[in-house]
Nanobody, 123 residues
């Protein structure tokens, strides 16, 4: 069991950057793979990135590859999503998730979710 809290969202202009953070409490973060998903207005939850328990494996959606970087610091029970070259279509609520590193692109594969943090990219 783990509790997740995201932070770092905000309003940025096209081309700007944000760094999202997710802190875990409860069971140590190192036992979980971690992921980031977005939910844009009127759309379902969509995969952005995932990282394995040790951090040696990562996966990215094609739409964010080369722009976003997922990382983790297990000593701090933290996972991060650095977002660069932001586009208006990146707007949405961003959620971190914890679970096993398996079928990571599907939100159904993840056991635990944070409350989300809003990211708005102005056009």
């Amino acid at each position: 069991q783990v509790q997740l809290v995201e932070s770092g969202g905000g309003l940025v202009q096209t081309g700007g950057s944000l760094r999202l953070s997710c802190v875990a409490s409860g069971r140590t973060l190192s036992t979980y793979a971690m992921g980031w998903f977005r939910q844009a207005p009127g759309k379902g939850r969509e995969f952005d990135a995932a990282i394995s328990q040790s951090g040696n494996l990562t996966s990215y959606a094609d739409s964010v590859k080369g722009r976003f970087t997922i990382s983790r610091d297990n000593n701090k029970n933290m996972v991060y999503l650095e977002m660069n070259s932001l586009k208006p279509e990146d707007t949405g609520v961003y959620y971190c998730a914890a679970g096993g590193y398996y079928n990571v692109r599907s939100p159904r594969s993840w056991a635990y979710w944070g409350q989300g943090t809003q990211v708005t990219v102005s056009s």
